[in-house]
């Protein structure tokens, strides 16, 4: 019962590298969508896809990018690290773009 | 814009206490509203959903109800344990569709013992 699995959990980038978190879901969700998470701003939406081949822009898309090649897996790419993009990743998925979202375990991103 | 409002930040209780936590949102054109429930270091768990055509709904000791036309919804947890100390986020689905979910900023319920 894995539901939405993201990794790696933990990242310590330097300035200008660039990675990829992955994020899975076993639930055949069409809608899933990337947040990031930091100290008194809440949750961000950064980018989202609602199905396989679909994506768009959530409120803070710069310096990230996303493909949706199938239905099960959604990855975050940073282009080239920057320290502003230290922050706790979420991934998260939901049957629609109006159902119950189910979100991943987080993926903690520190950018020296 | 659609905002979402949870009052107070943090709140401390003894165990046992009745408590409720507030969500408020200033538009009441949502389609469901959602409570989770984050631990620290951890991802958020879904607690309770409330769909549109639904005012309230109930888990064993969690029962959330939404107020469209006042622009409320609130978490009652009866009878409180400290395994209930976490921090309890509730989010709005707009009627325009998930991309436009709009977060609170949640309240850290402290229970102890």
Same mark, same amino acid.
């Given at each position: /019962?894995?539901?939405?699995?993201?990794?790696?959990?933990?990242?310590?980038?330097? +300035?200008?590298? &660039?990675?990829?978190?992955? #994020?899975?879901?076993?639930? /055949?969700?069409?809608?899933?969508?990337?947040?990031?998470?930091?100290?008194?701003?809440?949750?961000?939406?950064?980018?989202y896809?609602?199905?396989?081949?679909?994506?768009?822009?959530?409120?803070?898309? /710069?310096g990230? /990018?996303?493909?949706?090649?199938? +239905?099960?897996?959604?990855?975050?790419?940073?282009?080239s690290?920057?320290p502003?993009?230290t &922050?706790?990743?979420? #991934?998260?998925? &939901?049957?629609? +773009?109006?159902?119950?979202?189910?979100f991943?375990?987080? &993926?903690?991103? +520190?950018?020296? | %814009?659609?905002?979402?409002?949870?009052? =107070?930040?943090?709140?401390s209780v003894?165990?046992?206490?009745?408590?409720v936590l507030?969500?408020s949102?200033?538009?009441?054109?949502?389609?469901?509203?959602?409570?989770? $429930?984050?631990? =620290?270091? %951890?991802?958020?768990?879904?607690?309770?959903?409330?769909?549109?055509?639904? $005012?309230?709904?109930?888990?064993? $000791?969690?029962?959330?109800?939404?107020? %469209?036309?006042?622009? $409320?919804?609130?978490?009652?947890?009866?009878?409180?344990? =400290?395994?209930?100390?976490?921090?309890?986020?509730?989010?709005?689905?707009?009627?325009?569709?998930?991309?436009?979910?709009?977060?609170?900023?949640?309240? %850290?319920?402290?229970?102890?013992?």
């Open positions: /019962n894995a539901g939405v699995t993201q990794t790696p959990k933990f990242q310590v980038l330097k +300035t200008g590298q &660039s990675m990829t978190l992955q #994020c899975a879901q076993d639930m /055949n969700h069409e809608y899933m969508s990337w947040y990031r998470q930091d100290p008194g701003m809440g949750l961000r939406l950064i980018h896809s609602v199905g396989a081949g679909i994506t768009d822009q959530g409120e803070v898309p /710069n990230y /990018n996303v493909s949706r090649s199938t +239905t099960e897996d959604f990855p975050l790419r940073l282009l690290a920057a502003s993009q &922050s706790v990743y979420f #991934c998260a998925s &939901s049957y629609a +773009t109006i159902g119950e979202l189910f991943g375990e987080g &993926s903690r991103l +520190t950018v020296l | %814009k659609q905002e979402v409002t949870q009052i =107070p930040a943090a709140l003894p165990e046992g206490e009745n408590l507030n969500c949102f200033t538009d009441s054109a949502i389609y469901n509203l959602q409570w989770f $429930r984050q631990d =620290p270091g %951890k991802g958020l768990t879904s607690l309770l959903l409330i769909q549109s055509s639904q $005012r309230e709904q109930t888990s064993g $000791r969690l029962n959330a109800s939404l107020d %469209k036309s006042s622009g $409320r919804s609130t978490l009652y947890i009866a009878a409180s344990q =400290p395994g209930d100390s976490a921090t309890y986020l509730c989010v709005s689905y707009p009627q325009g569709g998930s991309e436009k979910l709009v977060f609170g900023k949640g309240t %850290k319920l402290t229970v102890n013992p």
